[in-house]
Nanobody
Framework: QVQLVESGGGLVQAGGSLRLSCAAS????????MAWYRQLPGKQRDVVAT???????YYTDSVKGRFAISRDNAKNTLYLQMNSLKPDDSAIYYC???????????????WGQGTQVTVSS
């Protein structure tokens, strides 16, 4: 059974940085397309960043140049480095394997608990 465990969120001031981690079990992040999502209260989960198995990355426009998705194959962990954070980045962040391309909120595995990111102004 696939399990995804997100961590690394927290409270940070605008302009600060955080690195989120997604520890995966039951799948190999190196062989799968993986993505980070975020969700605001009452809203659907939106794709933030996608990492293809071949290494190509995609970002939603609002985070381009500020966020970077990567993986550690030995640790089987997906990361999201978030720099120059803005209050609008505040959300619960999740990782998962997209079930479609382009990636949307349809995913292949159960959602983890997510990790809360709060950016104060």
């Amino acid at each position: 059974q696939v399990q995804l465990v997100e961590s690394g969120g927290g409270l940070v001031q605008a302009g600060g940085s955080l690195r989120l981690s997604c520890a995966a079990s039951g799948i190999r992040v190196i062989t799968q397309t993986m993505a980070w999502y975020r969700q605001l209260p009452g809203k659907q989960r939106d794709v933030v960043a996608t990492l293809l198995s071949g290494g190509t990355t995609y970002y939603t426009d609002s985070v381009k140049g500020r966020f970077a998705i990567s993986r550690d194959n030995a640790k089987n962990t997906l990361y999201l480095q978030m720099n120059s954070l803005k209050p609008d980045d505040s959300a619960i962040y999740y990782c998962n394997e997209p079930g479609t391309w382009p990636a949307n909120s349809f995913v292949l595995h159960p959602w983890g608990q997510g990790t809360q990111v709060t950016v104060s102004s």
